[in-house]
């Protein structure tokens, strides 16, 4: 029973390529096109790959190089710093706005933001953390740019700005590894527009979710001073 199994198993192999065999060779002409047609295709991806990431690979040396040119800067005069500045910032926005993928293309605007937000106009550094969130949203480093950008709008006197963008921040990354903070600066921004209610909830889940965590302290003494401001009102 086993040899006819087996029997009957290899006549059905044989007898399926015996069909590819016979299919090749009556349409032989056009399985030869179709295998020059994969190799070539596959010639091409593979060049494409390698041109690809010759590209990357100047590009950031590129990028590398005006940022080496902008931190030496710190050791000349105020005028010629600032003038290093200006350029890094021109030529830097060249090669970002001049990129389709890779490390520049996903990372030059969060390395934009800093440097902005590194010599205090804040305006821009804000500007460019929220486009690099638009860009990057699923980055790990979205999250910590779009905080970054809600610091900058207190910075700048925008509370309001800061509140829309935490309260986004808790929505969309309530899992990142600053959830704390979040909470925490939802309660501190909370406190800041004399909203005391919901600056002690947002304290409160801080101290609930996170106990270990460095805001949790923070969070413990600002509810503290609450009640004291409340009790000494009255």
């Known amino acids: 029973m086993e040899r006819r199994q087996i029997e009957i198993k290899r006549n059905i192999i044989e007898q399926s390529i015996m069909y590819i065999m016979d299919f090749i060779n009556k349409n032989r002409k056009k399985f030869f096109i179709s295998c020059i047609s994969i190799l070539v295709s596959t010639i091409i991806?593979?060049?494409?790959?390698?041109?690809?990431?010759?590209?990357?690979?100047?590009?950031?040396?590129?990028?590398?190089?005006?940022?080496?040119?902008?931190?030496?800067s710190y050791m000349l005069?105020?005028?010629?710093?600032k003038e290093v500045f200006q350029k890094t910032i021109i030529d830097l926005k060249?090669?970002?706005?001049?990129?389709?993928?890779?490390?520049?293309h996903e990372n030059g605007l969060y390395i934009l933001a800093g440097i902005y937000h590194g010599e205090k106009d804040y305006s821009k550094a804000k500007e460019y953390y929220l486009k690099f969130?638009?860009?990057?949203?699923s980055s790990f480093f979205a999250s910590l740019a779009l905080h970054?950008?809600?610091?900058?709008?207190?910075?700048?006197?925008?509370?309001?700005?800061?509140?829309q963008i935490y309260q986004q921040?808790?929505?969309?990354?309530?899992?990142?590894?600053?959830?704390?903070?979040?909470l925490y600066d939802l309660g501190r921004i909370f406190q800041i527009n004399g909203d005391t209610l919901k600056s002690?909830?947002?304290?409160?889940?801080?101290?609930?979710?996170?106990?270990?965590?460095i805001f949790t302290n923070k969070a413990k003494k600002r509810l503290f001073m609450l009640a004291y401001y409340k009790k000494n009102l009255k």
Do not use: H, T
């Open 148 to 163: 970054q950008a809600g610091i900058m709008s207190e910075y700048i006197g925008d509370y309001n700005k800061a509140m």
């Open 200 to 213: 002690r909830e947002y304290y409160n889940k801080v101290i609930s979710l996170y106990p270990q965590s």
């Open 133 to 137: 969130v638009n860009r990057a949203p």
């Open 169 to 182: 921040l808790e929505k969309e990354y309530s899992n990142s590894v600053i959830a704390d903070e979040i």
């Open 94 to 104: 060249i090669i970002i706005d001049s990129s389709y993928w890779g490390y520049v």
């Open 77 to 81: 005069e105020e005028k010629a710093r």
């Open 45 to 72: 991806v593979f060049c494409g790959i390698l041109i690809y990431e010759k590209f990357e690979y100047n590009e950031l040396i590129q990028f590398e190089k005006v940022l080496e040119i902008y931190r030496d």
